[in-house]
């Protein structure tokens, strides 16, 4: 530590820091124009609270260190620092660390104007563990400031409780493209956060790094990736460093709960999640069901059909508890390579369908070798393989789940970069894309349209509530990859789906439903 640069002290006038309710983001600091970008930054997370701690630095402050205090009240799980300063035209530098009650936290000098501290995971300079209540500092250091100069500060810090762990901050949830379409990506994956094996830079056989998952997912095409591991979350920390460089993929934290009554992928977390099914923590599924509501994340059910036995433990979707079957919204109705398979999803998926509920089917690789490129017989299957495309409104964690769950949604089952399928139905409301629920009188005739590109001589089948022989597509003439059909209204409930065989009739594309309601 250095020392003869002036003395370490408190920042008096930052122990004025209040909590601020949200307009206060949008408060201006001081005329300072880098202060006044980070007051105008993004809205509080709904459950966290906001420090807002400012100051000026002055001349005499140059080569010193300063502390700027706060205090993390208990059960805080996360800490975000959001900072700036002004004077950068006259060549002000400040530098940034971190202190907890018992000493130090980080320190990224001028690299970094935002970080997070948890449990589970920090930004890159900075050392992830508890958090505990007390009073923090925020630790600035001067290089330089020139004579008869001083510069404001701010830094907004935001507190995670613990009981809500997913408020955080914009700048932890990124929007990598801020335009609708569709997007591409894979929900199931392992790396070596938990089973996930590869070879070695000499061939040994060792836990496969997450960078390897990744860079498969960049080759094949992909716009997202939701990194599932088994029962943990130590991949958050990993995220912190890999999303900025990987800035044209999304990587969504999910966890695969990984239970002896079935396997779900839970996407969205920030925080580990009980997976202990059947102990005093945790009854059943409808408590597991319970907390993902509460957090606001998205649960699919894995590889339902998979057996639950020696040869697969856990696997199979096998409730000792009856289960609220309507609470489920989406369900991987495709599983690696099973599509078509006697453990293939789409079975399960279309009985909940059947049942009147809206569900997505959803498609994942569960890779658990990212150096693997090609399919094989009982072999893991290559990341992207099947994909997910899912119609969203930016490619944001935010917009991906809400696409699913709004089920404009199909899956590429072999995993191809450029397959898309579209289908509509018309019932006098206009065309009403995959996902949509319509509400036609008995007897109203509807028109509907098959889109398919990037698939040649294929063949399209139409399934009403399941049946593939209800409704006959017809090729559109002089117009390759488009159909349309007609089907009249009959006031009762159904769901509508288009599967796409390619050329060799393998299952290539599995379309989500148009839903109808039963009307009076
Ligand atoms: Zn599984
Ligand atoms: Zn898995």
């Given amino acids: 530590m250095r020392s003869g640069h002036g003395p370490w002290r408190v920042w008096r006038h930052a122990l004025a820091a209040a909590i601020v309710a949200a307009s206060a983001w949008a408060t201006a600091a001081s005329a300072a124009v880098a202060v006044d970008a980070v007051a105008a930054a993004d809205a509080v997370p709904a459950g966290a609270t906001v420090l807002r701690l400012h100051g000026t ?33 006259d060549k002000t530098v400040i530098d940034l660390g971190l202190l907890d009650p018992h000493g130090f936290r980080g320190w990224s000098g001028g690299s970094k104007r935002e970080f997070t501290v948890a449990a ?10 508890t958090l505990p209540a007390g009073r923090w500092q925020l630790l600035l250091g001067i290089p330089n400031i020139r004579p008869g100069r001083s510069a404001d500060y701010i830094a907004l810090v935001t507190l995670t409780p613990r009981a809500h762990p997913e408020a955080v901050p914009a700048a932890l949830a990124p929007v990598l493209r801020a335009q609708p379409g569709w997007y591409r990506g894979d929900l199931h994956m392992h790396s070596a956060h938990s089973d996930a094996s ?22 094949a095409g992909l716009d997202f990736v939701a990194l599932t591991d088994h029962n943990t979350v130590s991949h958050l920390q990993p995220i912190r460093e890999l999303q900025p460089y990987f800035d044209d993929l999304l990587l969504i934290p999910g966890m695969e709960l ?36 509460r957090r606001g994340l998205l649960l699919s059910i894995n590889h339902p059909r998979l057996p639950n036995d020696e040869r697969c433990m856990g696997c199979g979707w096998t409730p000792e508890r009856p289960v609220a ?19 293939s999803g789409i079975p399960f998926w279309h009985a909940l369908l059947d049942r009147g509920q809206r569900v997505t089917g959803v498609g994942g690789s569960d ?21 997910t495309v899912v119609h969203a409104a930016a490619l944001s ?5 809400d696409g699913i769950r709004a089920g404009r949604v199909f899956i590429d089952v072999q995993g191809s970069r450029d397959r898309k399928l579209e289908l509509s139905l018309d019932c006098g409301q206009g065309p009403q894309p995959m996902g949509a629920e319509l509400a036609p009188r008995d007897g109203t005739a509807c028109q509907g349209t098959v889109e398919v590109d990037g698939l040649a001589d294929a063949r399209v089948e139409l399934l009403l509530d399941g049946d593939g022989q209800a409704i006959e597509p017809r090729p559109v003439a002089g117009q390759a990859g488009r159909w349309r059909f007609d089907w009249q209204a009959d006031g009762r409930r159904h769901w509508l789906r288009a599967n796409v065989h390619d050329a060799q009739d393998r299952l290539a594309l599995v379309g989500n439903p148009v839903y109808v309601k039963a009307t009076p």
């Fill in 57 to 89: 630095i002055h001349d005499r402050d140059a080569h010193s260190y300063v502390q700027v205090p706060f205090d993390v009240p208990q059960g805080t799980a996360r800490l975000s620092v959001r900072f700036d300063h002004g004077g950068r035209e």
């Fill in 198 to 219: 590869c070879a070695s830079r000499s061939g040994t056989r060792v836990p496969c790094p997450l960078f390897l998952t990744l860079q498969a997912a960049g080759a």
């Fill in 367 to 387: 890779n658990h070798d990212a150096t693997r490129r090609e399919v094989g017989e009982g072999a893991t299957t290559p990341v992207g393989h099947p994909a």
């Fill in 258 to 293: 990984t239970t002896f009554q079935g396997h779900a992928n839970v996407f969205g977390l920030q925080d580990w999640i009980d997976f202990r099914l059947g102990s005093a923590s945790l009854q059943d599924w409808n408590a597991v069901l319970d907390e993902v509501q």
């Fill in 120 to 129: 589970s995971d920090a930004t890159p300079s900075y050392l992830p563990g």
């Fill in 397 to 401: 964690q935010a917009a991906i789940l």
């Fill in 325 to 343: 079957m309507e609470r489920i919204a989406v369900v991987e109705a495709v599983n690696g390579q099973d599509a078509g398979t006697p453990v």
